[in-house]
Every structure is written in C-alpha cells, then in structure tokens.
C-alpha cells in the first residue's frame, strides 16, 4: 500500500509497516478533520449532563465532557504541528476587555 496525503492511519495491520505520508501540516490538518468526524456521533446523542447507565453499569459522559476531551486532542495535535515548526492550527483567541460600568 501507499500512503496519500489524506491518509493518516493504516487500512490493515498488514499496512502499519508502509513508509509515513510526508509530514506537512496539511497531515495534521488530516488528523483534527478525523478527530471531529468520530466525535460528531457523539456529540449527537450527548446530554448535557453525564449519567450512570444502570443496565451495563458504564457512565455516559456529557456533552462537557466530550467536547473537554476533543479540545484536549485537537491542542496535543497542535503541539506536534508547531513542534514540526508549522503554523498553529488553532486562530489566536481574542483577549477578553473587562466592561466598564457607567458611574
């Protein structure tokens, strides 16, 4: 198998020892799109507020704490994208001004 640039993860097992696609930060761009992908179902049937499932005994997490899970995953990537020395992924946030109260 070869790899394209929009693969970034191996069909098989048989394919893990296939040479990596090029590093690029389109490649990391790649692994945030698939990232999202897979949380969307998720996000879907989340509820706002995470609960016990009394019949197989697993906890159900919240929206919360799925979303604090894929920001978490998305800024590991962009550490490794910046660590290639790439642009960042994510847009600077602004800078929150305090309000002023009228006297």
Do not use: H
């Not at 692994?31 to 998720?42: G, H, N, T, W, Y």
Request: proline fraction near 7%.
């Amino acid at each position: 198998m070869t790899w394209n640039s929009k693969d970034t993860k191996p069909d098989k097992a048989s394919d893990i020892d296939a040479p990596l696609p090029p590093i690029t930060r389109q490649f990391f761009m790649n692994q945030v799109i698939d990232l999202e992908r897979s949380f969307a179902p998720k996000f879907k049937v989340a509820k706002y507020k995470g609960e016990r499932n009394v019949v197989f005994g697993g906890y159900s997490e919240s929206y919360n704490d799925l979303q604090r899970t894929l920001n978490s995953k998305i800024q590991a990537i962009n550490k490794r994208c910046i660590a290639y020395q790439f642009e960042s992924l994510i847009a600077e946030e602004e800078e929150v001004q305090p309000l002023t109260l009228k006297p």
